[in-house]
C-alpha cells in the first residue's frame, strides 16, 4: 500500500532522501520506520490516549490553541520547508500555515458542541420512564495516512478533529513530501502537550503497519490505493474514511459571466500545479459561447507566470510533485492531441524539473483519456456541449464524483442544475469554495471516497464510537413489568401500551374494523 496518487518504487532503504522536485536539490531526510517501530509507537499512543480523553473537550482545546500559535508564530519557516519538498511557489506555500491555524481555531472552538451528549426524546409511552442518552467516545488511535500535495494542511485537514475528539493519532505522511509533517510533529511537542500524537515515516509497508495498529482510519490519496485501504480496514473490521480521486467538471452556461468564468476556472484548474483532489479536470461550454470562453481561458492561462518561487511571490505556477505525475499528464495531452483536440496554450514540459506547462486544450471529446482519467495536473480539457442537459450528462459521465461547479448569471438555475450532479459538492460561480469552508463535509461520490472532511460535528463524530446509555427517571420497582415471570394480564397491559402507541384507528385497542 502506498499513500501516492502516482505510484513509485518501494527500495529497501533505512532513510528517505526528500528531493525538490523543481530543481532535484535535497531538502532532507527522514527514517523508514519498519512495522515493529510502527507497533511501538502505537503502543505508546495507547497508553497516553485515556488522560487526553480524560482532559475533555475543553482541556484538550487549550493544547490546540496553543499549537495555533505555535503555527503562526513559525509561519515562515514552515512554508520555507513546505516550499523545498513540494516546488510551490511562495504564495501557494504560504497559504498551508494559516489555514491551519484555522482550522485549529475551528475544532478547538466547536468540539464541545459537537461532542456533547444528545438525549434523543423517547418514541413511544413505554420509553419515556427512562433517561436516554447517546454519548460519543473517540476510537483511542487513529491512523492518517495523508499525500503530498498539500502536506502542511493535510495534517490539519484530517489530524485535528481526531485529536480534538480525545483520540490519539499515528500519523503518517507521504514518502514524498514528509517533512512538513515532521514540522508539525515538532510544533506539537515543543509545547509540551501530551503525547498523543506520533510521527512514523516510510513506504507502503509503514502505511500497512498504520492500519494494522489502528482502530481507525483516514486516508486521502487515489482511488486504487483506497480500496486497498478499505479492504484492509475491512479485514480488521474497522472504520475508515477515503478522500479519494476526482475528475471535477465545470460547466459554463451561456448566460454565464465568462470573464469570471474564465478567471474561476483558471485559478481552479492550476491551483498547486492542478494537483488538487478538487481541481478543475473538465470544462463543459454550451455552443454559443464555447469560441468566446476558450479564447478567455486561454488568455488567462497563457499569462500565468511559472517557475521555482524564493520568498518574492514571483510565480504562480509551481513544479509537479514527481515525475511520474508530468508523466501522466504528458501522456494525457498527447493523447487528446493524437484524438484531434488542439492545444491553445502549453501542451509541454519545460525541461527543467518536473514542471510542465499550464495547458489549455480545445476540441476535446468525452472518449479522451483526458476527460475519462483523473489527470491531477496543470491542464484544462475543454468541451463543446449543445445545452444545460447535454453539459449535466457528460459531467455525470464518469466513475469519479468528488465535486463540481456551475457558472451562470441565474442563481436560480445554477442551483438546480447544481442539484443534477453527480457530486459530493457544487460551487456556483466559483471553484475550491468548499475546501476553504469548514462547516460543509467534502464528501466523495462514486469512486471518489467514503465518508467526508470537515463538515460540522459530522467530521468530528466520524473519529467516535456512539454509546447508547439508558436510565430511569421514575423511582425502580423490584420488577419490570415485562420481566419474568410472564402472565396474560402483564402480557395483556404491555402490549396494550405498545398497540396504543403504534397502531392507527381501531387496531389501537385490538378490535377489528367493522365491514361495510
Request: hydrophobic letters at 40%; a neutral charge.
Amino acid at each position: 500500500m502506498t499513500d501516492l496518487r502516482a505510484s513509485s518504487p518501494v527500495p529497501t532503504l533505512t532513510t528517505i532522501t526528500v528531493r525538490n522536485p523543481a530543481d532535484g536539490s535535497v531538502a532532507g531526510t527522514v527514517p523508514v520506520d519498519d512495522p515493529d517501530t510502527v507497533a511501538a509507537k502505537a503502543r505508546a499512543l495507547r497508553d497516553a490516549q485515556p488522560q487526553w480523553e480524560a482532559l475533555g473537550a475543553e482541556g484538550r482545546k487549550a493544547w490546540l490553541l496553543t499549537m495555533q500559535d505555535w503555527i503562526l508564530d513559525n509561519a515562515e519557516h514552515l512554508t520555507d520547508v513546505l516550499q523545498s519538498e513540494t516546488g510551490k511557489p511562495r504564495t501557494e506555500a504560504a497559504m498551508e500555515a494559516p489555514l491551519c491555524a484555522d482550522l485549529l481555531k475551528y475544532w478547538a472552538g466547536n468540539a464541545a458542541r459537537f461532542l456533547a451528549d444528545q438525549h434523543p426524546s423517547a418514541h413511544s409511552p413505554l420509553g419515556k420512564v427512562k433517561r436516554l442518552t447517546t454519548v460519543y467516545r473517540p476510537y483511542p488511535v487513529v491512523g492518517l495516512i495523508i499525500p503530498w500535495n498539500f502536506p502542511l494542511l493535510n495534517v490539519a485537514l484530517d489530524g485535528v478533529a481526531p485529536l480534538a475528539a480525545g483520540a490519539a493519532v499515528l500519523l503518517k505522511p507521504s514518502e514524498v513530501t514528509p517533512l512538513s509533517a515532521v514540522e508539525f510533529a515538532r510544533g506539537w511537542s515543543e509545547i509540551g502537550a501530551p503525547r498523543v500524537l506520533s510521527l512514523t515515516t516510510g513506504y507502503a509497508e509503514t502505511g500497512a503497519a498504520v492500519i494494522a495498529e489502528s482502530d481507525c482510519v483516514h486516508f486521502t490519496g487515489s482511488t486504487a490505493t483506497g480500496r486497498k485501504v478499505a479492504v484492509a480496514c475491512a479485514e480488521r473490521l474497522i472504520p475508515c474514511s477515503l478522500e479519494l480521486g476526482g475528475k471535477d467538471p465545470a460547466i459554463v452556461l451561456a448566460d454565464a459571466d465568462l470573464e469570471r468564468a474564465a478567471a474561476g476556472i483558471a485559478w481552479g484548474g492550476m491551483f498547486n500545479a492542478g494537483q488538487v483532489c478538487v481541481s478543475v479536470e473538465r470544462v463543459y461550454v454550451e455552443a454559443p459561447v464555447y469560441d468566446e470562453f476558450v479564447a478567455k481561458l486561454t488568455d488567462e492561462v497563457a499569462r500565468l507566470r511559472q517557475g521555482q518561487d524564493g520568498n518574492k511571490f514571483e510565480f504562480d505556477v509551481g513544479a509537479m510533485a514527481t515525475h511520474a505525475q508530468r508523466d501522466i499528464v504528458q501522456r494525457h495531452v498527447d493523447s487528446a492531441v493524437a484524438a484531434g483536440a488542439r492545444v491553445t496554450t502549453g501542451g509541454r514540459p519545460t525541461g527543467v524539473g518536473t514542471f510542465f506547462e499550464p495547458t489549455v486544450l480545445a476540441d476535446v471529446e468525452q472518449s479522451m483519456s483526458c476527460i475519462s482519467e483523473e489527470t491531477f495536473g496543470p491542464t484544462l480539457p475543454v468541451v463543446k456541449v449543445a445545452d444545460e442537459d447535454e453539459a449535466i450528462r457528460l459531467a455525470n459521465d464518469s466513475v469519479y464524483g468528488l465535486s463540481a461547479s456551475v457558472w451562470t448569471g441565474d442563481l436560480a438555475r445554477g442551483e438546480r442544475v447544481a442539484r443534477r450532479l453527480e457530486a459530493g459538492a457544487v460551487n456556483i460561480n466559483d471553484a475550491l469554495a468548499n475546501g476553504f469552508s469548514f462547516s460543509l463535509p467534502m464528501p466523495g461520490w462514486k469512486s471518489s471516497g467514503i465518508g467526508s472532511r470537515n463538515g460540522g460535528p459530522d467530521g468530528i463524530l466520524k473519529y467516535c464510537r456512539s454509546q447508547a446509555i439508558t436510565s430511569p427517571r421514575l423511582p425502580t420497582q423490584s420488577r419490570e413489568i415485562n420481566w419474568y415471570p410472564y402472565s396474560r394480564r402483564k402480557t395483556k397491559v404491555f402490549t396494550g401500551v405498545i398497540r396504543a402507541a403504534a397502531g392507527r384507528g381501531w387496531r389501537r385497542i385490538g378490535r377489528t374494523p367493522r365491514q361495510s
